[in-house]
């Protein structure tokens, strides 16, 4: 593993260089900066600020650019599943999203719109790296976006701004994917071969998956024990309560092989809905999005950033873990419904779009197909059958989010450090006590109501 030294000799050696190159002959590098980020952000991230000061044609001009580079021990690494996210992360950067932008002006469309949805990307490598050690390394750089005024929304609950933007955001992501393979099959097989798979099961039962999700099932089913009469109510919800013995009797013994059922069946493609799945963000909830705002402080940009949960698979993946954790528990089924619908509005608008602009290559009677494959029952009925997804992430993940500043930074130690070790389990089981464990009920009920917990 590289150490940080060696991190900072690369930055100052390489990469101060290959950033600055981006802006062409005319431009003078004056100075520059580095600074490291020792706070929560790089959760299994070594992240280093870095500020150009340069003069473009007479003109003075600060580029400012956040770097990452993977962190912890090679054990870590390896557990944690560094390997693979930081691998898909920059094959994000440096081949899906530039495949995006081709499709787009192949099709007589602007490609800005894949550029307006994630950082200026100035560097993206991963394997062995020159001038970075003998192992296998990451780097990423990105424009900082917060000098420009782009900022994290609320630490949990967003407002309906904020939901229609990140839903206006990520349908179009999906439909490039869904255009990419219609359009473009041969490049549509090397994007997906290229991303590296990320079971939830493991061989050795202490992998990443296996610990977070030991902790969710147990936690939610100590709290459901102790609190079942309450939380049934006195009418006795048989139907409901039926539904969460039979998740407990398929799964509470293995847990992440519910998860993994739902990523490998939704792309079967003996699954008629299968072409439903596609290239994922992953991890698309608020922390991983930067909202721009306008003089009415309403939303008018919005970035994705931390590519490393990177998938091939259903999109309820993306989409109930974002509903889920980013939605507020009252009025959700109205909320819910309004941007699944605001969801495929997006989607199909821009798979429309692009398969339009190429009628040449598809006939008028394979379009109207593709419209009617995609159409918005077909999508809500796939979209029933593995939504659960997001209830499941939000039993290990709400917990962190409800939890204290002080609770959060020492379950972030030790997961750098001993995440098979008890007090680690022990935290888990205790941040933020029943507010968050009422929270996932909610989530759970939801998703008992919306018909989600049909398949399990």
């Known amino acids: 593993m590289s150490t940080q030294q060696q991190q900072l000799d690369f930055i100052e050696r390489y990469l101060v260089y290959d950033i600055f190159k981006y802006f062409g002959s005319g431009a003078e590098l004056e100075a520059h900066s580095v600074e490291c980020s020792n706070g929560l952000d790089g959760f299994m991230s070594a992240l280093y600020t870095v500020q150009l000061d340069m003069s473009i044609a007479g003109r003075k001009q600060t580029e400012v650019v956040l770097v990452k580079f993977m962190k912890g021990t090679e054990e870590f690494r390896e557990s944690s599943n560094s390997y693979i996210q930081f691998g898909n992360e920059t094959f994000a950067y440096a081949e899906i999203l530039p495949a995006y932008e081709h499709l787009l002006r192949a099709s007589r469309l602007s490609s800005d719109v894949v550029t307006n949805w994630v950082p200026r990307c100035y560097y993206a490598k991963f394997g062995q790296v020159d001038g970075l050690g003998s192992g296998r390394e990451s780097v990423l750089a990105l424009k900082h976006l917060k000098g420009d005024g782009y900022q994290l929304g609320p630490r949990l609950t967003l407002r309906r701004d904020q939901l229609e933007a990140m839903v206006g955001l990520i349908g179009p992501f999906h439909a490039l994917g869904y255009a990419t393979r219609i359009l473009q099959p041969q490049v549509h097989a090397r994007l997906r071969s290229g991303i590296a798979e990320m079971p939830f099961v493991s061989s050795s039962g202490r992998a990443i998956f296996d610990v977070l999700y030991r902790v969710a ?119 819910y419904a309004d941007l699944l619908g605001k969801y495929h509005q997006n989607m199909i608008e821009m798979l429309e779009l692009v398969v339009r602009r190429n009628q040449g290559e598809l006939s008028e009677e394979r379009v109207e197909q593709l419209l009617k494959d995609y159409s918005f029952e077909r999508f809500q009925a796939h979209f029933k059958r593995y939504a659960f997804y997001g209830v499941l992430v939000c039993m290990h993940f709400m917990p962190w989010l409800l939890g204290s500043e002080r609770d959060c930074a020492e379950l972030s130690r030790l997961f750098d450090t001993d995440m098979h070790g008890p007090a680690f389990h022990q935290l888990s089981l205790d941040i933020a006590g029943d507010v968050a464990n009422e929270e996932i009920f909610k989530t759970m009920r939801h998703a008992y109501e919306q018909g989600y917990m049909e398949e399990i």
């Open 217 to 335: 099932f147990d936690r939610f089913y100590e709290f459901y024990d102790r609190k079942k009469e309450q939380l049934l109510g006195e009418a006795k919800d048989e139907g409901f309560g039926a539904a969460i013995e039979r998740l407990r009797s398929k799964y509470f013994a293995n847990p992440t092989h519910l998860l993994e059922w739902i990523r490998t069946t939704s792309r079967d493609e003996d699954q008629p809905d299968s072409y439903f799945a596609t290239i994922l963000h992953g991890d698309y909830n608020r922390n991983n999005v930067l909202f721009h705002y306008g003089v009415d402080d309403k939303v008018d940009g919005i970035r994705a950033i931390d590519f490393q949960e990177l998938r091939f698979s259903t999109t309820a993946i993306d989409l109930s873990f974002f509903l889920y954790m980013n939605t507020p528990s009252e009025g959700r089924e109205e909320i």
